[in-house]
């Protein structure tokens, strides 16, 4: 039986790609220790406002950073603007995220760690939280969700796949951060539909 392709959906102002629904996904730390904050070529996008967020957090969380963290934050800020003209969190050595503690093997996140602690009000970008869906915002004001694949994410995979996991279910709180419990409602009965007509399982 050929599997029938899906078109892009839409909820409200949101253009969500189908694998959103259809692919199963659920971090899975024990694993792959938090590799995502030390791996790749650019930060974390984030948004002006999330650069003075972690600009008020920045004295709470700086004996966490490393020293060659410090440095580059010293040197050009908490975020810089990528290649594609993004504006990303600051990296050390191309690669890691300035904000990159960690706890022996494990990579954690300073703002998260100090958030959970009830040090700070912000706990990281959305961004990050939302991942592994990544978001663009088009000139018209549409945002579009897309799911990104990351040979280091294949733990995660494996774990959704095992709970049956759908990526917009495991990220039910980060999709209500971002756009509100409402949006996240019609999602949801937009996939449930999309079920009963068996265009996805």
């Known amino acids: 039986m050929t599997k029938r392709i899906l078109p892009i ?9 189908p ?5 199963r ?4 730390y024990e694993k792959c220790r938090g590799i995502c904050c030390v791996e790749g070529d650019a930060g974390a996008p984030v948004t002006l406002e999330e650069i003075g967020d972690i600009e008020d957090a920045l004295d709470t ?12 934050i010293d040197e050009q800020g908490v975020a810089y603007t990528d ?19 960690y706890d022996g093997d494990s990579c954690l996140c300073a703002l998260e760690k100090a958030f959970r602690s009830g040090k700070t009000r912000f706990c990281k970008p959305i961004s990050c939280a939302l991942y592994p869906i990544r978001a663009k915002r088009f000139g018209d004001g549409t945002i579009g969700l897309n799911y990104h694949r990351w040979d280091v994410c294949r733990d995660a995979v494996k774990k959704g796949e095992e709970l049956n996991l759908p990526v917009y279910k495991f990220l039910r709180e980060p999709l209500i951060r971002r756009f509100g419990k409402e949006w996240y409602d019609e999602l949801e009965a937009l996939a449930d539909e999309l079920r009963k007509q068996g265009l996805i399982t």
């Open 9 to 17: 959906l839409q909820v409200g102002d949101v253009l969500i790609s």
């Open 19 to 23: 694998d959103i629904l259809t692919e």
């Open 25 to 28: 996904f659920c971090c899975d």
């Open 61 to 72: 969380v700086w004996p966490m950073l490393s020293a060659s963290a410090q440095a580059v």
């Open 83 to 101: 290649k594609e003209g993004d504006l990303v969190t600051s990296i050390v050595r191309g690669k890691d995220c300035a904000f990159t503690c």
